[in-house]
């Protein structure tokens, strides 16, 4: 019969408790009880020690306690005003990693949302024109195809640090509007004002697309006649302005909070701002307003982020 031992290494002997290890308990006691009671309290307790000390004829020793108090007073309590510092620094850098984890998982759910019907329109727009337009139905195809390849790879990334360049955008977007002009026909037009120089300019991912695909959702296709698309982007004072305007219907406010794009890619007026005050804090911004009677109907987002160059890829497509 075989017994088990506790000790991994029976021939080692077992570490005696340390004979000082009651004093340390002592001293971190007394310690906390100083930490504990006001200076007020501890200078009324100290000249009652020095009557008591003078009575008994041993100031000396008195004084010397006071003194030695008083420096473990003030060191425990420099020392524990550090440990709640660096407590309290990394509260708030957990704090912001969960913001930050909170604001991904968000961006997650939405872009697995896919919304069908922007694809199911598409491809019943290239079903009919092949009966009655096999070239144009051709060309709708190549756009669609170019779309779903430039926006099924962001599909998979759920950082919301992951950033893109002007012209990387104009690749996703330009595959957009050629399949809305193409469905839309008469009723569309478009109007470019992205200096080339500008396309290796930074912006975060997918969110100019949102903006462009919430102007034909709650803007052009809701009106009869459709309307007019404008994409500007400038540099002023250092910022990178980006503006969708369109000519639909208008801006409702109660319509704003969801703002969920027909590709499945809409952040949502929330989302855009959140991952924006991730990314550049208070050095970048996001409006959107109804357009002024004297400037006609229609609705202007604008977006407006540091200005910082990305080098171009070669699968960058120019507006």
Do not use: C
């Not at 991994?8 to 002592?26: E, G, H, I, M, R």
């Not at 102007?215 to 404008?230: D, S, V, Y």
């Amino acid at each position: 019969m075989t017994t088990s031992n506790s000790n991994p290494n029976p021939l080692a002997p077992a570490a005696a408790p340390s004979a000082w290890q009651p004093f340390k308990d002592a001293f971190h006691a007394y310690a906390k009880w100083l930490l504990s009671i006001s200076w007020k309290l501890f200078m009324g307790l100290s000249f009652l020690l020095m009557m008591a000390a003078g009575i008994l004829n041993i100031p000396q020793v008195a004084i010397l306690f006071i003194l030695t108090s008083i420096v473990i007073k003030v060191t425990f309590k420099s020392q524990t005003q550090a440990e709640e510092k660096a407590t309290a620094a990394t509260y708030m850098a957990e704090a912001e990693q969960l913001k930050r984890q909170l604001v991904e998982a968000r961006l997650s759910a939405m872009q697995a949302q896919v919304e069908p019907h922007f694809l199911f329109n598409t491809l019943a727009s290239i079903d009919h024109l092949i009966e009655t337009d096999p070239p144009r139905a051709s060309l709708m195809q190549k756009s669609l195809i170019a779309l779903l390849r430039a926006t099924l790879p962001s599909m998979r990334e759920t950082s919301t640090a992951k950033l893109r360049n002007m012209g990387q955008e104009l690749a996703v977007i330009r595959p957009y509007l050629d399949i809305q002009t193409m469905r839309m026909e008469d009723r569309l037009q478009i109007e470019w004002d992205i200096p080339e120089g500008l396309h290796s300019a930074e912006l975060p991912h997918m969110m100019v697309l949102s903006l462009v695909e919430n102007a034909f959702k709650h803007g052009l296709e809701p009106k009869a006649e459709g309307g007019k698309l404008t994409l500007r982007a400038e540099v002023t004072h250092g910022q990178l302005e980006v503006t969708v305007r369109d000519t639909g219907v208008g801006y409702y406010p109660a319509d704003s909070a969801g703002l969920v794009s027909q590709t499945g890619h809409g952040f949502g007026l929330k989302n855009i701002r959140d991952r924006l005050a991730l990314l550049y804090g208070d050095q970048a911004s996001f409006s959107i307003r109804a357009m002024e009677p004297y400037e006609g109907s229609g609705t202007l987002a604008k977006l407006s982020v540091p200005y910082r160059v990305v080098p171009l890829d070669a699968q960058t497509v120019t507006a």
